[in-house]
């Protein structure tokens, strides 16, 4: 069970009817995520807005360049970003590859390899594109690169509380935990300078060494195949920290301190 449906089901039990959307699933970079709110999500008037933010998110926004920064200022500039959708076509419709992808963790291995080139690849072209075009380019180039892409995940973060805003739709930020140096240390992919604004500009943020320090070196927080992704036990905590989270800040209490519910069944909340 992922995290976004632990927080419905938590929701749903402990507070009336509730509405999670899961816009930060993986794979999708942080601008991807803000124009699937904007265009899709809003359309179903979700009670919650769930972002999972990795720290691969600050490349895949360079990388996917739906967004840019002008003058300090968020912009669109492109409006198509289908990565590897055309090669993916073609391998699912041959039955044996389809098959290898679906039961086959050397093949996935090979394919997540030379996906991973391509996308290293990608990266550097546009890094170096944004150092011609905005001048990021001084001394310490690496350091410039890597403040525009906390700037641009700032603003893309920004706008998306600003919609969830105008929506009625609560955003909560997950903060979602990479693989440490042993096989159950981790470690939190926001950055420090970035953790301040996402508070700011969220309704709910989880940090992940809070919830999951306790845990640490005790329970298998990361699939042991594959890309490692998070396990079920940490979809289950974060999902958990996260609801409850909503319930304390989100909610409207009753002076019994229950939550209450509109009669539709749906959870009012303070905003």
């Not at 641009?152 to 929506?167: D, M, T």
């Not at 319930?247 to 301190?257: A, D, F, K, M, T």
Request: hydrophobic fraction near 40%; charged fraction near 20%; aromatic fraction near 8%.
């Amino acid at each position: 069970m992922t995290y976004s449906a632990v927080i419905e089901r938590y929701l749903n039990r402990h507070c009336g009817t509730t509405e999670v959307v899961n816009a930060g699933v993986s794979g999708f970079s942080t601008a991807e995520a803000l124009v699937f709110v904007e265009n899709e999500a809003c359309r179903y008037h979700p009670d919650v807005i769930v972002l999972g933010f990795f720290a691969n998110d600050l490349d895949d926004n360079i990388r996917a360049d739906l967004f840019r920064m002008e003058g300090g200022a968020l912009v669109p500039h492109r409006f198509e970003y289908i990565p590897a959708v055309g090669i993916l076509d073609v391998l699912d419709g041959c039955p044996p590859l389809r098959w290898l992808g679906q039961h086959s963790y050397l093949y996935s291995h090979l394919f997540n390899t030379a996906w991973n080139w391509k996308k290293t690849r990608h990266l550097k072209n546009a890094e170096h594109a944004m150092e011609e075009e905005y001048a990021v380019k001084q001394e310490d180039t690496n350091a410039g690169i890597a403040l525009y892409k906390q700037n641009l995940a700032r603003a893309l973060v920004e706008r998306l509380y600003a919609v969830c805003r105008s929506n009625n739709m609560a955003l909560v930020i997950l903060d979602i935990p990479q693989l440490g140096d042993g096989d159950h240390s981790f470690q939190s992919s926001i950055p420090a300078d970035l953790r301040t604004s996402f508070e700011m500009h969220s309704d709910v943020l989880i940090a992940s060494d809070a919830v999951l320090r306790d845990y640490d070196g005790i329970a298998d927080l990361f699939v042991p195949h594959g890309q490692r992704h998070i396990s079920e036990i940490t979809h289950m905590l974060l999902g958990v920290a996260a609801a409850k989270a909503i319930e304390r800040q989100i909610i409207v209490s009753r002076p019994n301190g229950t939550a209450t519910a509109d009669p539709t069944g749906r959870i009012q909340r303070t905003r």
